[in-house]
């Protein structure tokens, strides 16, 4: 990776990212306090504070860095650093936007990949039932991430203490509930058309 | 006679069904009446929320319509996860006509913003304080209970509106007067990275471990959550943690479990055999 | 019949070049009302302005119009001549030819159309002008300065040693300020009381200056050169005249245990107390709301020991009545409650304390007598974290301006703190260094570089206590590193705030404050010690967050503007006032809101037998700066501003139609 | 558009920062548009809506209204005032049918008189292209035949 970026102020990288997340990246004004408190940091590439820095500066070749990531797919959403910002600026949910523009993108950091098959999983089966069942989740996660073996002791424990259905309740309003899924993805792509 | 909405929620129908039962155990026992929304549907959790803002708002959006219909004003949600979306999309509606447009538009329901969301512990505030102290049938002296509220219950601030963010008290508040010991730990609040459970289970081990070891280092008989997937975490990952870092005991009950048991109810009833770690033992 | 004139200046060739100043004169000539038109080479000149003096004289011209330079230049020049020749200068005005006509066109036909406007305009304007005369006020030669900080005590010694009076009112039971609390000061890390015990001194000695402790402002009235002021002198229970300040009182007080607030909590007080020991007067007070006496109606000890009898539970509160001619606000500043941070866990571990406190434990007359000790325990701390910018800089929780002054006491504390233990380490969180000032920066730099000060670029978000340590997360952002330190102490610079009372204060005084009820200057520039209420000055952190050097500047300032107001014995101001008509006046109050400088008061109209009537608006001339706000707003058309009013301007306008 | 038609524009400017910004545009001899008749006024808030009606029935193609800059005023507040105002005027003008083009507001410190310059520039060639101001006169006259004489404007001196 390069350390060096070269200014090229006229990109839309900020602009798009504003735009979706209605946000004003020049709101932070870099004290790390969102890092400091992060409980992912440890494991992310770059730091929070680092990943807005990015943004900010919003260079193209800033672009790939900031969607490839492994700190937006690490982060699990604990709001910390939205709770503690001093400048109000919501950097959950920036990184709720660069996860959706990272996998429009086809950008996703290879590490991320079962992170993604999980939240993947999870939305097929609501979806197609309108509720989530933890089984057929927990399934097709491990089909969709090869990963096999991890957790399968717990499964007959589960299955005893009945914390697990095999047979996924469906809802009346199932067909509702595919649309609503319908509806949103269609507009996001028509807001990142939008865009270009 | 107290009557509330209710929201189990996914997780209270399956992983979490010990919580979902003792919740419902738990209010009758202090004698609320609960209104499940009829026909409800995931609120979409972590995962549309990461990756589709719109779905994000949409699917929970639908639930607070149809609670509003069925004529509910007070929604009790159990799962602090469910809690978190409903509380942004209800905020998100209610403050922004915009946005409340938007969101009616694609779930093809209006939505006017009337429905108040309650996660168990402000129910419990509201509802069964002070005077729960009077119907305690058991005696909990001398236990020790590490209050943990994790992160989806409290923050954003902005929205949830509850407690302070950084120093709550409100659970401490509960067991106190349920007889039992709060203790003061540091930790109350921090992420146990719940939202990566499945996914990324070394990083979540390593937060976990943090958290057990900082409530047994206070001295933490027991841990009491609000939230399924602190549960799953603490209690299921609590193997992992103790086949990496050494043997760790530390029974993690769900509030309305420590509740009912204070009013008298049956370990059985409140769904404590469930549990990875033993939570039976608790009380002689 | 009016009959003016018209005199069309050449300046040389700078008018004349361009414009036709012949036909000037002759067009205006020709003008309704003009009585006498010319021109001539120089009007400025001393023939130029015996031309129209004679003129005014000889053909008894009841107004004059110099079509010419900018008023800005000559008008009060030409208003003097007029004068000399039996004129009511105010009847006399200029039209701009030069600077808005000739020098900036260059076609003569242009030129001259828009002169011959100019002079129609002016023309018209004096048609309609009346004589106005100056305002003279008499002027009361006595300050008052409101509070007894390092701002006020420097104030009121400049103003009394400038020869004048001075009623010095602080609300505590001494005065002093802030920067009694202060151990050292930086840059130069001179010992604050040391410096400042002499002058409080000399406040309480000097002959022109009346002090009133423990004492508030209750009313205040009038305005510049005339204000009459009610001070509330709270009940001291003390007499000030019988008591010595012996200290038996304090000494027997059996209510020992008080969390004093000059020491931030870290010490005690009693109930009959001097704050502190070189307090000025070094007289007690009772303090109502712990002492026995009061809670309980039993004790009485202090009175049962005190040598002289000066003990007085009957006290009450005493309004006194001053009348001043001018006012120095030096009410100074509060510093943010730290509470508000949870994650930091003020309030919470013992060990976490403000910058104040840390001044108190760095004090010589402190409760540690200057040894560095943790409230907790009384140990030593080893390791110490500063953490700057908690409050400030924050628009989430706190407020978004920068306090002005932290950076460079933590970096004083952290100096400090290694000069008392040796084998200590400071660390220092910070956003930004603001270090600008004299030998400022240099002072960071020694910190950094011979005390050995760790700092590192980037917030604390949170700390926590484990096994009698305080765990510090932050980051640096330089590196791209967190950064955990496992502290004995943590120090937190907790943002400059305005005092709680400022808000009603300035309502009382009738000057503004920003939005965060600091009281704003008239200019931040040109104006930096003025209010734009005259006769109401600025001095200290009341305005904005301040170090002590910049006080003590700003303070000889305002002395100054006091001293330069008490130079003449009356005010003299131009007569461009509104006047409300009182027998249209509907009394809406629309002026009233608006004027921006509260000129328009509220009057009750009586009958012959005294009864009210109705209300209707009234200016105060004093007051009133002539903007013409209220006439614009006036749904009755019922105030004028004399020299513009309505009738002027509409023929100003109408100066200018199509023939 | 026609060629020869000099628009003839009435400037209210306050005394304390665009007259003397006008002043400093002579002082420095920068050349401008000779249209603008200026008449002083303390502060942009002693300005009235009928000062505007009245120089437009006066014959003026253009008004144009100028002080301080904001925070900079010297009465403080007097032209926040005034700027609060100006939209209502815009609207009232719009409401007689007279052009927004016609009436233009800016604000001019005392240093800027290159910026005075400009201004006066800029609309005397905005108002060339509008040519001149019939329409208010068209008002009044259809007013006059269809009402009281209430309606008619303000009587002359
Ligand atoms: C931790 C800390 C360390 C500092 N260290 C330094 C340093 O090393 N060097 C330096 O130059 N500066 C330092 N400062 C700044 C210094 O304290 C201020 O610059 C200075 O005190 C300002 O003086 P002042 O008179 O304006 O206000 P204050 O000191 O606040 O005095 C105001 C006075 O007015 C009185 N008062 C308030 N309201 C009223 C009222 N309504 N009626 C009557 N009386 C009233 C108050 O009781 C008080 O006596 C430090 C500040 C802090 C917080
Ligand atoms: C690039 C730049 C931008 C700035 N921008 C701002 C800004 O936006 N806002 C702001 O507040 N400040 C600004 N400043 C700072 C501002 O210029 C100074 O604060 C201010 O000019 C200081 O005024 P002064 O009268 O002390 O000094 P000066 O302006 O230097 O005036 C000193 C005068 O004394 C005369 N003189 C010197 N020696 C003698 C002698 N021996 N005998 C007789 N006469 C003498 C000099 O000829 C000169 O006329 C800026 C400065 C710079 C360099
Ligand atoms: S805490 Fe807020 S202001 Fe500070 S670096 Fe993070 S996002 Fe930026
Ligand atoms: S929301 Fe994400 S980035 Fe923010 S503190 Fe939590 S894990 Fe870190
Ligand atoms: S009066 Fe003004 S224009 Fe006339 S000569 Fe004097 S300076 Fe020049
Ligand atoms: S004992 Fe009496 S004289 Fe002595 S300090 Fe107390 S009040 Fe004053
Ligand atoms: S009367 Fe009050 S002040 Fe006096 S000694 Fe007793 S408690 Fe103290
Ligand atoms: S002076 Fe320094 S520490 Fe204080 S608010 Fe400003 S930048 Fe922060
Ligand atoms: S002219 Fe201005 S200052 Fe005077 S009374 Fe009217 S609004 Fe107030
Ligand atoms: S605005 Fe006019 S009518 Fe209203 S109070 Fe003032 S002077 Fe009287």
Redesign the interface.
Known sequence: MSNKTVSDTASSFTAEIEGRGRLRLADC?????????CPM??YMD??P??IVRMCQMGEDSLREKVLGSRTIWLCVSCE?CST?????FDIAHLMDVLREMSLEAGLQHADASNIIAFHKTFKNGVEKTGRLNEFPLAIGYKLRSMDLFSDVTKFPKMVTARKLRFLPHKIKGRDKVKKIFAKCEARIRAKKRGKK | MTKLGYYPGCSLEGTASDYGISVRRMARALGWELQEIEDWNCCGATAAHQTNHLLALSLPARDLALAEEQGITELLVPCAACFSRLVHANKAMQQDPETAREINDIIEMNYRGTVSVLNLIEALQKYAMPDIAGKVQRNLSGLKVACYYGCLLLRPPKYTEFD????PSSMEDIVRALGAEPLDW??KTECCGAGLSMSNTGAVVDLTHKILE?AR?HGARVIAVACPMCHSNLDMRQLDVSRRYGKYNIPILFLSQLVGLALGVSEKELGLKKHFVKATSIIR | MARIGVFVCHCGENIARTVDCARVAETAAKFPGVAHAVDYTYMCSDPGQNLIKEAIREKRLTGVVVAAC?P?MHEPTFRRAAAEAGLNPFLCEMA?I????S?????RE??T??AI??VR?MV?KVR?NEPLYPIRVPITKKALVIGGGIAGIQAALDIANGGQEVILVEKEPSIGGHMAQLSETFPTLDCSQCILTPRMVEVASHPNITLYTYSEIEEVEGFIGNFEVKIRKKARSVDLNKCTGCGLCMEKCPMKKIPSEFECGLGARTAIYRPFPQAVPAKPVIDREHCLMFTRGKCGTCAKVCPTGAINYEDQDEIVTEKVGAIVVATGYRVMDADL???Y?YG?YPDVITGMQFERLLSASGPTTGEVRRPSDGKIPKKVVFVQ?VGS??????VPYCSKICCMYTAKHAMLYKHKVHDGQAYVFY?DIRAGGKNYDEFVRRAIEEDDAMYY??????I???NGKL?V?????LS?L??QVNADMVVLATAVLSQEDAEPLAQKLSI?YDEYDFLTE?HPKLRPVET?TAGIFLAGACQAPKDIPDTVAQAGGAASKVLGLFSSDELEREP?IARVNEETCVACWRCYN?C??GAIEKKEIKDRQGRAVRWVAHVNESVC?????C???CPSNSVE?DG?D??Q??????A???E | METDFEP?I?AFVCNWCT??G??L???S????A?NV???K???T????FM?LV??FE???DAVLVSGCHPGDC?????NY?ARR?WTIFRKLLHFLGIEEDRLHFAWVSAAEGQKW?DLVNEVTARVRELGPFTGYRQLMEKSRLTQSAEVQP?E??
């Open positions: 004004y870099q004290c790390g306090k969102c890092s400091a408190g940091v440890d770059y730091l504070h680092q910390t503690r910002c001093p400048k109000d | 302070d963010a950084e120093q540091p930790f900082n280092h | 900018s800005r701009n030069r600077e808005h006509v020098w900036v066109h260059e076609d242009v030129a159309a828009k406007d100019h305009i018209e309609h941070y949870g994650e866990g919470k910018c800089r924050d628009n989430a929780r706190g956003m670029r980037g917030r604390v978000s949170k926590y206590e484990e765990i997360k932050g980051v640096d952002t791209g967190t950064i503004s008239a734009n461009v608006a921006p400088y700066a002539g903007c013409g706000l006439n614009a707003i501003l513009f309505d009738e301007l509409y023929a100003e306008i109408g200018l139609s199509n | 003839k009435i007259y003397a006008a002043d545009a002579g002082t001899r920068l050349k401008y000779g008749r200026v008449i006024v303390p502060c808030g002693r300005i009235d000062f009245r120089a006066q014959g003026a010297h009465y403080n507040e007097g005032y105002r310059a303000l002359r001196k």
